[in-house]
């Protein structure tokens, strides 16, 4: 039931591949693996727009369905000296095994 839902976001399955490579990437980098706590919604939305030539609205219906199911987690945090929180979004444990298999797929298909 729940892949269905989240094959059918048709952007599902590819915001846990893009979250996943982009979190590994960041840990990868010393300078940056202190520092990283998930990604802002600015840096999914150009981050998929950038990768799969996903809109604003596939990325967002998205987000909802891994967030009803647990595979994504949103922080709310001040960056700074900027009075507006943001929102941060990661991958929680059960998002990141199922990404790592997704990307593993992903890497035998092409």
Do not use: C, W
């Not at 729940?2 to 048709?10: F, M, N, P, Q, S």
């Not at 990283?36 to 987000?63: C, F, N, P, W």
Request: proline share 3%.
């Amino acid at each position: 039931m729940a892949y269905g839902e989240i094959d059918e976001t048709r952007g599902g399955l590819r915001l846990l591949i893009m979250m996943y490579d982009y979190e590994t990437t960041m840990m990868g980098d010393s300078k940056t693996a202190k520092k990283y706590k998930g990604m802002i919604q600015t840096e999914l939305h150009e981050e998929m727009k950038k990768r799969y030539h996903l809109g604003r609205r596939v990325v967002d219906s998205a987000l909802t369905v891994l967030k009803k199911y647990k595979l994504v987690k949103r922080e709310t945090r001040r960056v700074g000296s900027n009075p507006m929180p943001s929102l941060f979004h990661s991958l929680t444990p059960q998002g990141k095994k199922i990404a790592s298999i997704l990307m593993e797929l992903e890497s035998a298909l092409v």
